[in-house]
């Protein structure tokens, strides 16, 4: 599938009497930028791989590769004004973001993340750290993997 300037590719792999699994690529540029492969379907590895994925598309404010990797009842909480916003809510916010952080001159959007922290509850892996986007704004986020899709996220 083909995402800005980027393509991703994920699916499932198996070897007859050997082993299987899952796997999600990309590319951008004529080069593989995300190669992530899990055999035997390890759910943990599923889920940090989706976790890096979803960093990934907020990397460049990539709001379709975000959205590809939410639940359907994904909600993102933007804490500083209490808002809770749903899937397409969420697409709105984050254009609005990066539209203004790349006003006055400020160099193209680029989110950069800090002091990532994952910790293992259940069957979820719920993710922590600082998010910054260099002169314009930084804050905290924490978000959460199940099942290999993003389930929520709060910043």
Same mark, same amino acid.
């Given at each position: 599938?083909?995402? /800005?300037?980027? $393509?991703?590719?994920?699916?499932?792999? &198996?070897? !007859?009497?050997?082993?299987?699994?899952?796997?999600?690529? *990309? #590319?951008?540029? /004529?080069?593989? $930028?995300?190669?992530?492969?899990?055999? &035997?379907? !390890?759910?943990?590895?599923?889920?940090?791989?989706?976790? *890096? #994925?979803?960093?990934?598309?907020?990397?460049?404010?990539?709001?379709?590769?975000?959205?590809?990797?939410?639940?359907?009842?994904?909600?993102?909480?933007?804490?500083?004004?209490?808002?809770?916003?749903?899937?397409?809510?969420?697409?709105?916010?984050?254009?609005?973001?990066?539209?203004?952080?790349?006003?006055?001159?400020?160099?193209?959007?680029?989110?950069?993340?800090?002091?990532?922290?994952?910790?293992?509850?259940?069957?979820?892996?719920?993710?922590?750290?600082?998010?910054?986007?260099?002169?314009?704004?930084?804050?905290?986020?924490?978000?959460?993997?199940?099942?290999?899709?993003?389930?929520?996220?709060?910043?």
């Amino acid at each position: 599938r083909k995402v /800005g300037n980027m $393509i991703f590719e994920a699916g499932d792999w &198996s070897v !007859d009497d050997f082993d299987s699994g899952v796997y999600m690529h *990309a #590319a951008q540029a /004529g080069r593989i $930028i995300l190669d992530m492969t899990t055999n &035997s379907y !390890d759910a943990d590895a599923f889920n940090e791989d989706t976790l *890096a #994925a979803y960093r990934l598309g907020l990397t460049t404010g990539d709001s379709e590769t975000i959205i590809r990797m939410a639940t359907d009842s994904f909600n993102f909480t933007w804490v500083p004004e209490s808002m809770v916003m749903n899937r397409d809510e969420y697409v709105q916010f984050l254009g609005k973001f990066k539209e203004e952080a790349e006003k006055e001159g400020r160099p193209k959007f680029s989110m950069r993340f800090d002091k990532l922290i994952q910790r293992k509850v259940g069957d979820t892996i719920i993710e922590a750290g600082d998010w910054i986007v260099d002169g314009y704004d930084r804050g905290v986020y924490m978000h959460a993997a199940q099942g290999g899709r993003i389930i929520w996220d709060m910043a």
